[in-house]
């Protein structure tokens, strides 16, 4: 029976995938002749980067959004640079463990009055200007160091596991941050006024503030959001002239979760959008179990909200192109991510107004040989970006 099953799984193996061909080319597909940028995440990378680089040639992968370990590998680098492939280094803002485990009194707190941490997720308080001021000066000197095409910022808002978060969730309302000392003391000077002295403890402050004055607190925590934006574009632009900025999104629309969007995470997409060059939502639909056309919806919903145009070289004006990063392989959950949701992903993340899409990651896509071929079939009827 077993040598039954292996004489015939090499067949049905065939017939599968060519099934998953014929689906790329009879469903709908975005147009030839659309540029769009192609990217992969990759986080370290020990082999051959001659077969690397081919590889990505032959799926027509134009971009690299990189850890910063394999962006301070010279002969990455220089390959990239040889093979015309953009870089953008990926870099974590306010999830920092390294920074956490030195001072643990840089964390976030929730209104329960704990750490932001769950899972892997540990979270600094977005508004301690030493650290700020730090971070700036540690992407100015990967600026110089390393002279990549691009920074891909990630983590630049306020703490959510949003990776577990499934449709219909409730969120708990005291897991919003940041209620740290620092925090409380800024906001009621920042807003003259004052939390009644009676409130002794983190949890009855955090309560008092979301009822009576949660406009405020969430207008207040998108500032700083925005403004943490800003200054890392500044310094990247005054640091290279010309280098490009990505930025990683909570794939949550305007309205879900009662907005928490932008009363949560606080990531105001209408006043980050003309700061930065692309919005990168990252639609990981298998891992928090929503459907293909959710992916195009988030990436409706960006568009939607970066409204406002930016000036190009040539003196005309664009709307802020939306990169959606989708997910190659299960997380989380245990079912199986396969090729056919896969190829559903792809091409609802490549379905206007998308401006290209991000694979998370290589390691991922690169083991799989069937997604593999259905990620070079179907980017093959895309046109390359003009470079």
Known sequence: MKKQIKIMLPGMLAIFFCLVCLSLHTTSAPAPGKAMLIGTKIYEYKDNLSNLFAAWQRLGINTAFVSVELAGTRAFMEMARKQNIAVFIIVPVFY????????????????????AKEDWVEFVCPRRPEYRRQRLEYIRRLIRDCRPDGISIDFIRYFAFWEMVYPGTRL?????????????KAFQKDYKLQIPARLADTTAKAEWIMKNHLPAW??????????????????????????KLSLHLVP???GDF??????????DITAIAPLVDYLSPMCYAHMVRQ?????????Q????????????????????PVLPSIQVKED?????????????????????????????????????SVKKEIARSLIATLAVPEQ
């Open 96 to 115: 920092n463990p390294e920074a956490l485990a030195k001072d643990p009194g840089l964390f976030a707190i929730t209104g329960h009055g704990q750490p």
């Open 172 to 184: 708990d309302p005291l897991q919003n941050t940041c209620f740290c000392p620092y925090c409380l």
């Open 218 to 243: 969430a207008r207040w925590k998108r500032q700083a959001i925005t403004a943490m934006v800003g200054d890392i574009a500044a310094a990247a632009r005054q640091e290279k002239p010309g280098i």
């Open 252 to 254: 949550w629309r305007k």
């Open 258 to 267: 009662n907005s928490a969007m932008g009363d949560v995470v606080s990531q």
């Open 291 to 299: 459907t293909p056309d959710w992916i195009r919806s988030v990436v």
């Open 301 to 320: 919903d960006v568009q939607s909200q970066a409204t406002n145009p930016f000036p190009q070289g040539d003196g005309g004006t664009s709307a802020r």
């Open 332 to 368: 989380y959950i245990k079912e199986a991510l396969t090729p056919a949701q896969f190829s559903d992903y792809l091409k609802a993340a490549l379905a206007p107004p998308s401006a290209g899409v991000v694979f998370w990651s290589w390691e991922t896509l690169a083991a799989d």
